[in-house]
């Protein structure tokens, strides 16, 4: 595996197109929280030619629901949660802009074919390893949606969010390659 | 006849809850260990490092290992010597999984409807309780949150006594390609033969109750966990479904009788974060 790369938000398409499946990345900056529920929100409201919450040009949507905060800390644990759940907006949302993804779990044809279109990468984060991904939150509020509690769409401030490209804007995808070269 | 109260049942299902979303059993531990020196990839052994590395702060900070902190599961052991009482024994393990969401801030997980509200129950409640009624004058909760990610890749199929053992191998080891990452593997295959519809699936969950470090007790059923073990590690899915060596750290069945015309199979899927604690009253 590559040695880490440094990425910040908003991202940019110069910095994009040196990313490859398998390298490891260092997110800082700006992230967005949002599961099913709020992805629904989001593609109703973009159907509608309406505003969304928050502008999704160059932004990074981190697949997750977060465990309640303990007091005096930002977020709860805050791992992952499944993609393919969110694969039938992921295309509305990059058409719109959106550049990044986070998540676990291959994605589908048709968002990988996205990425490819709109120059968008999915990065994987380890399922289950929540308290560190928590350790890289300096910072979340509730910016929509309160009312769907964990689901609710949070900004995140991130220092160094360790996740790994999984599809790069070329097509590659780790999940199919990795296990074709470990197969027996 | 021994007499339990129910309200003492309430802090010891608290507990519970707070401490298996923290601690990773010693089991599951050693298992990584093992098939972390094994591995031949180097992102899969980079990953097995994290889920160390989380469960470390994970106790330091005491936060839940993962933010899917699950369905919360009992199989309860009551001895039939003993009396319950001082009010509903189902209300008091309700009331235990309340209180042990809230104070150890553990996610509410839980909607009230399954397909048209789906509105948060904003406590994690309710539980479902499975009861078993053996002999002595104890009482044995044994808590097994589910998270969602493994659990959706689970199923059940009823299959026919033609398809035999082979079919059946073919069917599990499908099942766990077909889930590929998505479990956040590593995962633990839990297995349940026979029975009917429903006790094939219960079957499955309650094989994965047994450590991992235990053989089958039936030296039949040790014989065909290693053989889909094998198969399983050899659809290099590895952790994560990102390629490698360590895509199951153990298949563990569990077979009951069944009926002459039905052979039913069920496929329980779990997590690394494989949460599992007992207490006994
Ligand atoms: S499958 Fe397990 S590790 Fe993955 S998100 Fe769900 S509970 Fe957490």
Redesign the pocket.
Known sequence: MAKEIHLYTPLKDENLEKLNIGDKVLITGTVYTARDAAHKRLVDLIEAGKKLPFDVKGQIIYFVGPAPARPGMPIGSA?P?TSYRMDPYSPILLDAGLKGMIGKGPRSKEVIDSMIKNKGVYFAAI??AAVVMAQAVNAAKIIAYEDLGTEAIRELKVENLPCIVANDIYGKDLYEEGVRKNRK | MREINVNKIVPIVKELCIDASIYIGDDVVEKLKEFQEKEESQIAKEIISIIFENHKLAVEKKMPL?Q?T?VAVFFIELGQDVHLVGGDFYDAINEGVRQGYKEGYLRKSMVDDPIIDRKNTKDNTPAIIYLDIVPGDKLKITLAAK????ENMSEVKMMKAADGIEGVIDFVVDRVQRSGGN??PPIIVGVGLGGNFEQSALLAKKSLLRPLNEKNPDPKWAKVEEEILEKVNNLGIGPQGLGGRTTALAVQILAKPCHIASMPVAVNIQ???HRHKSAVI
Request: aromatic share 0%.
């Open positions: 791992g949660t399922g289950g | 993962c899917d699950g998270g969602g990610g493994s479990p956040c997590c690394h974060v």
